[in-house]
């Protein structure tokens, strides 16, 4: 990859796949809780190819899902809820305030009803 190129700027399906690659790595056990953590945080922030690059340098890439899968969109709302969970853990844990913890639930709940009210694309308006 050349430098020109590792600079170049990524949008939500880069940082989706990147979040993909970095639970099913918490999940085999490969990322410790605070790495998965730490490590979701930032690709949720990431703005460039290398920023996201360095994330993933040292893990392999999961083969489970071909790059041209159809999108589930629950997906979507479960690695969102994922990522909330935990920095809504890191909240309460580090404030010391446990009732951050009801976001937990209201969270997902709301995202998932948003998704509801949202016009689908299959649909004709």
């Known amino acids: ?65 071909p790059e041209d899968a159809p999108r589930n969109p629950l997906r979507r709302i479960a690695m969102a809820s994922a990522v909330i969970a935990v920095v809504v853990l890191t909240i309460a844990v580090t404030t010391g305030h446990l009732l951050w913890l009801l976001a937990i639930a209201g969270i997902p709940a709301a995202l998932y009803a948003g998704r509801r009210w949202l016009p689908s694309r299959n649909r004709p308006l």
Do not use: C
């Open 1 to 65: 990859m050349s430098s020109a190129s590792s600079g170049a700027r990524i949008g939500n399906a880069e940082r989706e796949r990147a979040m993909h690659i970095l639970v099913h790595h918490a999940g085999t056990g490969l990322l410790s809780l605070a790495e998965f953590s730490e490590r979701s945080a930032l690709a949720a922030t990431a703005t460039t190819k290398a920023e996201l690059a360095h994330l993933l340098v040292d893990l392999p890439i999961p083969l489970d899902e």
